[in-house]
């Protein structure tokens, strides 16, 4: 019986699946999103919320430059950076983790992450699932010149096409009067022997 052991096994050793789910967690605070397995995607949730955690409550001290904090304040700072790191074997990860990502969720309590079910995997029907980092709820909305941007650009585009249109007609012009220049031309060349002979 499986008393009180949380957690899947998903067919491997503990260091396997250590291992396993310390590259997951890297790879979704490097790229904020992954796609793998729903329940690789739900182990991966726990431990990538759980680290998360370790800077979020270190709250006001992440704002603060390294230089600014008091000895307590960097006593926590280090604390919670090898809490981390127990989880988390990548150091970039990590200290993206508590430049970027720690900050970004200081208001919100839990529910860091999302999954995003996709279907199956093709080949062994396995069912999968996006896991990614929630957005950021302050981040500020588009601007109004944003979002003219694309307009801009498609309008932008129109003008090129037509432009381009124009080109060709001039160009189709062009050699069309070239053709009756040439075919005048040869009409009057075939013409004059013909006026000579009647002299003759």
Excluded: C
């Excluded at 919670?80 to 200081?106: N, S, Y």
């Excluded at 060349?189 to 003759?200: F, L, W």
């Amino acid at each position: 019986m499986r008393h009180q052991r949380a957690g899947v096994h998903l067919s491997r050793t503990s260091a396997h699946r250590q291992a396993l789910f310390s590259n997951l967690v890297a790879a979704l605070f490097t790229h904020e999103r992954i796609r793998t397995t729903d329940a690789k995607a739900k182990a991966t949730r726990r431990l990538a919320e759980r680290t998360i955690t370790w800077a979020r409550r270190l709250g006001e001290v992440l704002t603060k430059k390294p230089e600014r904090r008091t000895p307590e304040e960097s006593a926590r700072v280090v604390h919670a950076v090898r809490m981390a790191r127990r989880i988390v074997r990548d150091r970039q990860a990590v200290m993206k983790l508590f430049d970027e990502i720690g900050p970004r969720f200081l208001s919100r309590r839990g529910g860091y992450t999302r999954i995003v079910k996709i279907g199956q995997r093709p080949g062994d029907a396995a069912p999968m699932s996006l896991l990614e980092l929630m957005p950021d709820a302050n981040a500020p909305a588009k601007t109004s010149e944003a979002a003219d941007e694309p307009k801009a650009k498609a309008k932008g585009a129109a003008v090129s096409a037509e432009g381009a249109k124009k080109a060709v007609a001039e160009g189709r012009a062009k050699a069309k009067a070239k053709g009756a220049a040439e075919a005048g031309g040869a009409t009057a060349a075939k013409a004059k022997p013909k006026a000579k002979k009647q002299d003759e």
